[in-house]
Antibody, heavy 124, light 110 residues
Framework: QVQLVESGGGMVQPGGSLRLSCAAS????????MHWVRQVPGKGLEWVAV????????TSADSVKGRFTVSRDNSKKTVFLQMNSLRVEDTAVYYC?????????????????WGQGTMVTVSA | QSALSQPPSASGSPGQSVTISCTGT?????????ISWYQQHPGKAPKLIIF???KRPSGVPDRFSGSKSGSTASLTVSGLQAEDEADYYC??????????FGGGTKLTVL
């Protein structure tokens, strides 16, 4: 079935780095854009970044720009989020999500499949 | 990249209808039809329930409907059921491959 599984979360000190992975299955991964969305426990959702199917075009939110990098390996059906210079305020559950495509393979700019999330804690 | 504005809470009795608003600007909600809504139950990942303002993914009950007027989008849940109690988030495309979420609304079924 269509599935996304995140991994790589954990606890890290401020200024440290982590690399999250999101493994996809059950759909033609290389057709789809992929997003990262985060959620501070008990708080709302925040869009973090997107990488399009070509793996070249990426965009990230101002709050993480210059610190987080999104990439993908279509041969492994996996998307990554490299997080550097982590701050306490980056503590959150990180979800990967698939960009919804129309029947004509045009983005519908919505997140139609989500992983279960992976927790990142930044603390001294 | 300011968050969209949603009421923090909403409520209704079983069978009633409730509408949740999502207010942005001409740079996001008012400028695009790429408005989507997500339902999130405690401890679970969000679930897409409305996309492109009014469209429902397969399997989402037609009790859920969306609309937009100017820079305000709305989600209406008709015929409220106990399982509709959850957090609801709107999001809008904001141009330049940027998305912005609303702060979320906690829906309580009385």
């Amino acid at each position: 079935q269509v599935q996304l599984v995140e991994s790589g979360g954990g606890m890290v000190q401020p200024g440290g780095s982590l690399r999250l992975s999101c493994a996809a299955s059950g759909f033609p991964f290389d057709f789809y854009g992929m997003h990262w969305v985060r959620q501070v426990p008990g708080k709302g959702l925040e869009w973090v970044a997107v990488i399009w199917s070509d793996g070249i075009k990426t965009t990230s939110a101002d709050s993480v720009k210059g610190r987080f990098t999104v990439s993908r390996d279509n041969s492994k059906k996996t998307v990554f989020l490299q997080m550097n210079s982590l701050r306490v305020e980056d503590t959150a559950v990180y979800y990967c999500a698939r960009d919804r495509l129309s029947e004509f393979q045009v983005t519908q700019a919505a997140f139609d499949v989500w992983g279960q999330g992976t927790m990142v804690t930044v603390s001294a | 990249q300011s968050a969209l504005s949603q009421p923090p809470s909403a409520s209704g009795s079983p069978g009633q209808s409730v509408t949740i608003s999502c207010t942005g600007t001409s740079n996001d909600v008012g400028g695009y039809r790429f408005i989507s809504w997500y339902q999130q139950h405690p401890g679970k990942a969000p679930k897409l329930i409305i996309f492109e303002v009014t469209k429902r993914p397969s399997g989402v009950p037609d009790r859920f409907s969306g609309s937009k007027s100017g820079s305000t989008a709305s989600l209406t849940v008709s015929g409220l059921q106990a399982e509709d109690e959850a957090d609801y988030y709107c999001t809008s495309y904001a141009g330049g491959d940027i998305w912005v979420f609303g702060g979320g609304t906690k829906l309580t079924v009385l």
